[in-house]
């Protein structure tokens, strides 16, 4: 049977009524397990899109085409900035006013199961696109939601059981803006001076065709992709005028962790996280973006001279990938986790006289400490684990419907979550498979991983972080994360405990958390969060 049969199979078996109602007696008897195929009239939208994942063919490479699957997009009713084409695979902008409704026809065109996931929206289950609700070739999916989030910076992928990573790499991504009323007032550089940045590694064949295969240790530590493509496009250059920008950057990568940094040296300002504006601007002296992570910068070509470059790079920091002897790498010409590499190059072109000026303090924050938990004494985990070379969450792989006890979350609550990256077996209880001495520390190197984790509705806020090992390695990235903001995606280190406190307001039903390297996500590290 191949794969896709397979998946087809499973994925009918997922769909069938029958399954459902048996696995959640609760769903059962609620609107929850139907596909909404329909719209619903009751819902007055402002803004109607159509949206299909197709197969096309786009130029990205001198020379031949490359196949792709794409999001394109109609704008049906609503303001016509709501649609904008960006270059390459990547699907339509999507950008949205807080408080609209929107309704999205989604069109599924491939021929294979899809499902549309908007990541960072605080959306209820049925709209959420968890991988139950994917649809076949030739279906229709209706999603309906209010725009709940804050000004900020969204994105939406592909979130199809077990194949995510392959078609989020194939092209099924696109980025969401959202504005407010207070971002309004801000008055930051907007239009041309809005760039979304995202930044994806692919690697083509020869034939300039996205070539995705994974081994074993490629299984383990993602895919990585020896070329960064900035919105689609290799060595990409955008042109500037002399003055500020506003950066909107998405890592829509499926496992490359980034640690930003200006070719120049200078520091880069930082206005804006997965879920919003920062409180205040805070200036870094890089930043790590891991996969599904965003970051808005403010940057300021004011003083720059016409016909000068600065360049966005991925600095070098130590991966925490596996090398195999050092020459492996080489030969299959992969660019290692941590290599250093140029993103983006920004051409100053032109002199013009005003730029805005970088507002003091940008939205309040309601900073949240464990005092405000529902119940500050109960602590839910989510202990990263690994068995039979496969990464688990509390010792669990993804089950469509499946949630434990300490997964079952009261709605409208505030809860404190533990993320520990411990590996306590490291080193322990490991030799099966593997040969040797060599054997135990790559098995080393397998555990040692860092893992973005993501949790599907509402934004969290970081309480904590305990680093395991502060080791060199550690130090050299520390400086990079952002603390303070809101976030839907945290980048866990090898050893390192993240303490978070996240609201489950308004929706029930059930919320998947999981590893956002997306070839861990399909090995399994997900898992449901029954909100009730
Ligand atoms: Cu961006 Cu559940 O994913
Ligand atoms: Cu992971």
Redesign the pocket.
């Known amino acids: 049977m191949t794969n896709t049969n397979l998946n087809r199979r499973r994925f009918l078996q997922y769909t069938a009524f029958g399954t459902f109602a048996a696995a959640i007696p609760e769903l059962a008897f609620t609107e929850s397990y139907k596909l909404n195929k329909t719209p619903n009239s009751a819902f007055k939208a402002d803004v109607e899109i159509a949206l299909t994942a197709q197969m096309t063919e786009v130029s990205i490479l001198p020379g031949a085409n490359t196949r792709v699957l794409k999001y394109t997009g109609k704008l049906l009713k609503g303001p016509s900035g709501t649609l904008k084409e960006l270059p390459s695979y990547l699907g339509p902008m999507l950008n949205f006013e807080q408080g609209q409704k929107v309704r999205i026809f989604f069109h599924n065109q491939i021929p294979e199961p899809c499902v549309t996931h908007w990541h960072g929206m605080h959306v209820p289950q049925i709209m959420d696109g968890h991988p139950m609700y994917a649809i076949n070739q030739g279906e229709q999916y209706v999603y309906e939601f209010e725009v709940k989030n804050p000004a900020g910076t969204n994105w939406y992928h592909s979130h199809t059981h077990e194949v995510t990573a392959r078609q989020v790499y194939q092209g099924l991504a696109g980025l969401i803006t959202i504005t407010d009323e207070i971002e309004r007032k801000l008055n930051l550089p907007s239009g041309e001076y809005d760039i979304p940045l995202i930044i994806q590694d692919r690697t083509f064949t020869s034939r300039n065709q996205l070539y995705y295969a994974l081994n074993m240790h490629q299984r383990m530590q993602?895919f990585l992709g020896d070329t960064i493509l900035a919105n689609g496009q290799r060595n990409h250059v955008i042109p500037v005028k002399t003055r500020a920008y506003r950066l909107r950057i998405l890592n829509g990568s499926n496992?490359r962790i980034y640690k930003l940094g200006w070719s120049d040296g200078s520091l880069l300002t930082a206005i804006g996280t997965d879920g919003g504006l920062l409180e205040k601007p805070q200036t870094f002296p890089y930043i790590m973006l891991a996969p599904a992570e965003r970051v808005e910068l403010w940057v300021d070509f004011s003083d720059r001279k016409p016909g000068s470059e600065l360049a966005l790079q991925t600095l070098s920091y130590r991966g925490f990938s596996m090398r195999m002897g050092g020459g492996m790498d080489m030969e299959n010409n992969m660019m290692n986790q941590g290599s250093k590499s140029t993103i983006v190059k920004f051409a100053i072109t032109e002199q013009i006289g005003d730029s805005p000026k970088l507002p003091d303090t940008l939205v309040p924050i309601r900073r949240f400490t464990a005092k405000d938990a529902s119940n500050p004494d109960i602590v839910v985990p989510i202990a990263?684990g690994m068995r039979r070379m496969t990464?688990n969450l509390n010792g669990r792989t993804f089950d469509m419907l499946d949630y434990t006890n300490q997964e079952k979350i009261p709605v409208n609550t505030m809860q404190i979550i533990r993320i520990s990256n411990a590996n306590p077996d490291m080193g322990r209880g490991m030799g099966g498979g593997m040969r040797g001495g060599r054997g135990r520390g790559m098995m080393g190197m397998i555990m040692a991983?860092?893992?973005?984790?993501h949790l599907h509705g509402q934004q969290f806020q970081i309480l904590s972080r305990k680093p395991g090992h502060a080791d060199s390695a550690y130090t050299a990235i520390k400086d990079g994360f952002i603390n303070n903001g809101w976030k839907d995606t945290v980048l866990v280190m090898p050893g390192e405990e993240v303490e978070i406190i996240k609201p489950f307001m308004d929706y029930t039903g059930l919320f998947l958390y999981h590893?956002?390297?997306l070839?861990?996500?399909d090995m399994g590290?997900m898992r449901n969060f029954f909100i009730s």
């Open positions: 993602g496992s990263i990464f991983q860092p893992h973005p984790i590893c956002h390297n070839e861990h996500e590290m």
